[in-house]
């Protein structure tokens, strides 16, 4: 070990001493991370100094940290210096040609999943020009967007055009040393979104990733900001339900949302990375930070998530109900099939008086698949008449998965009340007795009965969101019966 | 990164050499095995909550003399085994010799007998979970062998009565095994006491296998003083048709920490834990309990209930592990806590970890403070407010005390319990 990593280093300082400067435009970063290299992302980024010196104190944070090994999860170590932390957008001739050159497995999944073939060519990575209209949508969103005066940009972009708001916000919800993928990310984060909701405003439309111009090269380490002044509304929509051709394997992203008084955030997630083959190899590592400080009076933030893709997933999309009467809520559906693991769940940091938090997780286990339930509901001495209720409830289907659910609960205040349920149980023999009594064959069966397991939190979804994700766990269950 | 604190080398010293060679042999071999044994750190994640009340010094590390006097609040109403400071009293005891059932301090044993039990001792415990049976396997002094042969029955109850005498500082190791034949039938009785108020550590170890049929209660009251920290496991492993109750009442102190593993391997086998905990002042209670589904077809039901007051800190974290083809398992897990006053804490974690498909497991918990409309209710009928609260505060556990088998054991612990109800109330 000690010498591969003598040998990385020595490569990355060679190719230093020959000047790797005038090559940044169009290339690739050799693996291998050091304050060299984030001092080059930074200057490629052409970022102010304060983003700089942000990034380098995140690394040297990261240096001192361990990787955390709680999650119920397995899986070979990363070597975070065998991995480039910057790649240029790539060139077209590095390209597939045309979707004839693509995996015929995944094009057989897009047809299944309904998505117009426009956008296919785009989901697959094919180099054509003007995949859609990047200019109408630009016009079309951006527009009404400008005049209600909502910041919707890349976060590169909001260093450069409203620092004052980057510095404000940027690592106050998640701290740059809050845990080891944070920190990696806060050194090395190439790109996301920035999104700012003035007083008083409710943006009028739900925003997205999925139609943002150059979303596609966000890159592994992603970093979204949210921030909603006082009495805004927004909805937000990040991913898609089809599934991403992605050459990066680890993904570590942070999302970070400002919630100030009487304000509303609905933050939607469809996850579809690449699970890796039926043997489990290949697929992303999904670690994500996603965070919401409810900082304002009566301010709400709804976490919603459709997990079904990654190899491994390792996310708590949480919620510090910090002001008084401030609501925080998550509703989940994770699913995993062959050898996908998935150790999701949320924490409700209850501070403020009369805050609330509702909690509905669904985990659906199939093949040989882990997947864990794992939350925190926490009760702070002042916390009041705060009140909690958690369903966690698994599906099994099959006998070789996993369902497991790691609930902690902690109270210091009397009159708070927390409770907490969780069940499991598999598709039962009389509920497919029935189904197939009906002329229904098994596949459809068991995704009417899981769709129906998951109602409770599909319901809490974008309309054409929870159409997509239901013929989402559809697709993904594909062969866990018979 | 910190280094974490180390077990003192002071600790590895056994005192009693009156055990047989076998024995001694175990003892040192498992005490080799603790040499820079860490100690439990707010990382480490089934001590997460409780290592802050750890509080183990030099003085405490040697063994308690077999001396001194502990009175037993338990009227004994069947056999009787009484342990001193770790070391079995046989003046003090009454226990039968009958046929087919052995009972036998540690000391007593032939090497013959000594050496088959060498082999049994902590094989019903994950030593990684319960870290402190590996100090009570290096360090017990002396124990209790239980023996029942196919198809013995024990007429009446086995009292086990652990008492510490800390008139000086230094701890108490005592070890129970329990080895229950096909159909064998014995109820058992552990209670834990202390007198003098010097700092001292108790760690017990009491361990059950159950053959095929046989059926066992457990009870364990847990009511020594506050100059006590206590660790303490209990492991269990059940073969086919076999009935395992255990029942634990326990009055937090400075240090409380009881585990509880059971291993399901035979099929059919069935468990049931009851506990209930009290806490109050700045008493700290944690109990850990796992529950491993081996087999297929097993049962196995589990209620906890805590209640804590003023500025004290209760903690339940329960395990139902559901093996790959344990199909067919039914588990149910339920935890409700009853916090009293701002100040107290609870933290509760029910955990199901499950490998097979075909099985019915819930888990139920909740955190929350007495009814307002059932006080009112009671208020309007003429009961006073501080009768009201200890008439529903009563009603919260009485549910799990009233299935405690022996009425004797019912009235040692409401006798306590109506205390800290006297306590905890007097105010309003």
Avoid at chain 2, 171 to 186: L, M, T
Wanted: some cysteine; glycine content about 6%; aromatic content about 8%.
């Amino acid at each position: 070990m000690a010498t591969t990593d003598n040998e990385v280093k020595e490569l990355i300082k060679r190719e230093y001493e020959h000047g790797f400067v005038t090559e940044i435009e169009s290339d690739t970063f050799e693996p291998g991370l050091n304050e060299d290299v984030i001092r080059r992302l930074s200057e490629i980024k052409q970022e102010p100094e304060f983003m700089l010196e942000w990034r380098l104190k995140a690394y040297r944070r990261w240096l001192d940290m361990e990787e955390p090994e709680w999650a119920h999860v397995d899986f070979p170590k990363v070597d975070y210096n065998d991995i480039s932390y910057y790649s240029a957008p790539k060139k077209k001739e590095d390209m597939p040609q045309s979707l004839d050159e693509v995996d015929p497995e995944l094009l057989r999944t897009y047809e299944k999943l309904g998505i117009p073939l426009h956008e296919r060519a785009k989901l697959a990575g094919v180099a054509v020009d003007a995949v859609f209209d990047s200019v109408s949508v630009a016009t079309t969103f951006k527009e009404p967007l400008e005049k209600a005066g909502v910041i919707f940009c890349p976060i590169s972009e909001a260093v450069h055009k409203h620092p004052e708001l980057i510095k404000k916000y940027l690592g106050s919800v998640v701290p740059a040393g809050d845990n080891y993928f944070a920190a990696l990310n806060s050194a090395v984060f190439s790109d996301g979104s920035f999104v700012y909701i003035p007083k008083g405003v409710r943006c009028p439309m739900e925003l997205s990733t999925y139609f943002r111009i150059n979303a596609a090269n966000t890159g592994q380490f992603e970093r979204t900001l949210i921030v909603a002044e006082e009495g805004s509304y927004v909805s937000y929509l990040e991913g898609c339900t089809a599934p991403m051709r992605d050459e990066n394997q680890l993904h570590a992203a942070v999302v970070e949302i400002v919630v100030l008084d009487d304000a509303q955030v609905k933050y939607s997630t469809v996850q579809n990375w690449y699970p890796g083959d039926e043997h489990g190899k290949g697929g992303i590592y999904n670690f994500v930070t996603k965070r919401a400080a409810c900082i304002g009076k009566n301010s709400k933030v709804s976490w919603t998530q459709v997990e079904t893709g990654s190899a491994i997933t390792w996310k708590y999309p949480s919620c510090v109900l910090r002001g008084e009467n401030s609501v925080g809520e998550f509703y989940s559906v994770a699913l995993t099939h062959n050898h996908q693991q998935a150790d999701t769940g949320t924490k409700m940091i209850h501070l403020g008086k009369n805050t609330r938090s509702t909690i509905i997780s669904k985990g659906i286990s199939a093949g040989r698949s882990s997947n864990a339930y794992r939350g925190l509901v926490k009760f702070g001495p002042a916390a009041d008449g705060a009140r909690n209720f958690t369903q966690c409830d698994s599906l099994l289907i099959g006998d070789r998965c996993g369902a497991h659910t790691f609930p902690y609960i902690e109270s210091k205040n009397k009159s708070a009340i927390v409770e907490h349920e969780a069940t499991t149980s598999k598709v039962s023999d009389e509920q497919m007795f029935l189904c197939r009594q009906r002329g229904i064959d098994p596949e459809q069966a068991v995704s009417m009965i899981v769709n129906g397991f998951c109602k409770e939190v599909f319901k809490e979804l974008p309309m054409e969101f929870a159409v997509e994700a239901g013929k989402l766990l559809e697709v993904s269950l594909e062969g866990s019966v018979g | 990164m910190k280094q974490a604190p180390m077990l003192s080398s002071a600790f590895l010293h056994p005192a009693g050499q009156t055990l047989p060679e076998p024995l001694l042999a175990l003892r040192k071999q498992r005490a080799s095995l603790l040499v820079d044994m860490p100690l439990p750190t707010r990382k480490t994640e089934n001590w997460k909550y409780s290592s802050k009340y750890l509080k183990l010094t030099d003085e405490m590390a040697i063994s308690l003399p077999a001396e001194g006097k502990a009175g037993n609040s338990l009227a004994v109403s069947g056999y009787k085994v009484v342990f001193r400071n770790g070391i079995l009293i046989p003046e003090a005891s009454d226990y039968p010799d009958m046929d087919g059932i052995t009972i036998q301090s540690f000391s007593d044993l032939s090497n013959e007998e000594a050496d088959v039990l060498a082999l049994q001792l902590g094989s019903t415990l994950d030593h990684d979970q319960a870290q402190f049976a590996r100090l009570n396997g290096a360090r017990f002094d002396d124990g209790l062998l239980v023996r029942l042969d196919a198809d013995a029955v024990l007429d009446q109850p086995l009292f086990i009565i652990h008492e510490t005498a800390a008139d000086t500082s230094g701890s108490a190791f005592p070890r129970i095994f329990v080895e229950a034949g096909a159909n064998s039938r014995i109820t058992l009785v552990e209670e834990y006491t202390s007198s003098g108020d010097a700092p001292a550590f108790v760690n017990t170890v009491t361990e059950f296998t159950l053959a095929d049929g046989a059926n066992v209660t457990s009870i364990r009251l847990n009511m020594e003083g506050e100059s006590v920290q206590h660790i303490g496991a209990t492991g269990v492993v059940q073969n086919h048709s076999s009935r395992f109750e255990s029942h634990c009442v326990g009055f937090g102190g400075p240090l409380r920490r009881h585990d509880l593993q059971v291993r399901l391997v035979g099929e059919e086998a069935e468990t049931k834990l009851n506990g209930v905990v009290v806490t109050q002042g700045k008493q700290h209670y944690d109990n850990h309990t796992s529950i491993d589904h081996v087999a297929a077809n097993c049962n196995s039901e589990e209620t906890y209930r805590n209640i804590a007051a003023d500025q004290s800190h209760a903690i339940f974290n329960g395990r139902i592990h559901i093996h790959q083809d344990a199909q067919k398992s039914f588990a149910d897990m339920n935890n409700k806590n009853l916090l009293l006053n701002n100040g107290a804490e609870i933290d509760t974690k029910p955990e199901l970890e499950i490998y097979a498909d075909d099985v019915k497991c819930a888990h139920g918990a909740t955190i929350g403070q007495l009814d307002e409309e059932s006080i009112f209710y009671l208020l309007s009928r003429g009961i006073g407010r501080r009768d009201a609260n200890v008439l529903l505060t009563m009603a919260f556990i009485n549910e799990l005390v009233s299935q405690i088998p022996l009425e004797v054991v019912r009235d040692t612990a409401q006798i306590r319990l109506n205390e800290f109800f006297e306590q905890t109330f007097q105010e309003i």
